[in-house]
């Protein structure tokens, strides 16, 4: 069973690909109203925030992994972010590519 849109953005805090949308059943019209300006702002191309405002790190996290593409992880301090080991701070989210 595929993934309901919701489902989609509570896994990945927020944020959503062009793809995502699709599969979870949203027309391709849908999908571009929603990219209109004062909605879902981009983060990088195909990648979405499906809220307004001030994106956080760690929805910042998530656009940069799914931006990366499949085989992508976050890594070194930002994995140790996502895991509340360490403060979060500013600066480069720094991932691992397959």
């Not at 595929?2 to 995502?20: M, N, P, S």
């Not at 499906?50 to 976050?74: D, H, I, K, Q, Y």
């Given at each position: ?19 995502q949308t699709r ?50 992880a976050l890594s ?23």
């Amino acid at each position: 069973m595929a993934a309901t849109l919701e489902d989609i953005k509570r896994r990945q805090r927020g944020v959503i690909t062009t793809t995502q949308t699709r599969e979870a059943g949203l027309s391709a019209d849908t999908t571009r109203n929603l990219h209109r300006p004062g909605r879902w702002p981009r983060l990088y191309r195909g990648v979405y925030a499906t809220f307004t405002g001030e994106v956080p790190r760690p929805a910042m996290r998530w656009a940069a992994v799914l931006s990366a593409g499949a085989g992508a992880a976050l890594s070194h301090r930002s994995a140790a972010e996502e895991l509340g080991l360490v403060e979060e701070e500013a600066g480069a989210i720094h991932l691992l590519v397959q």
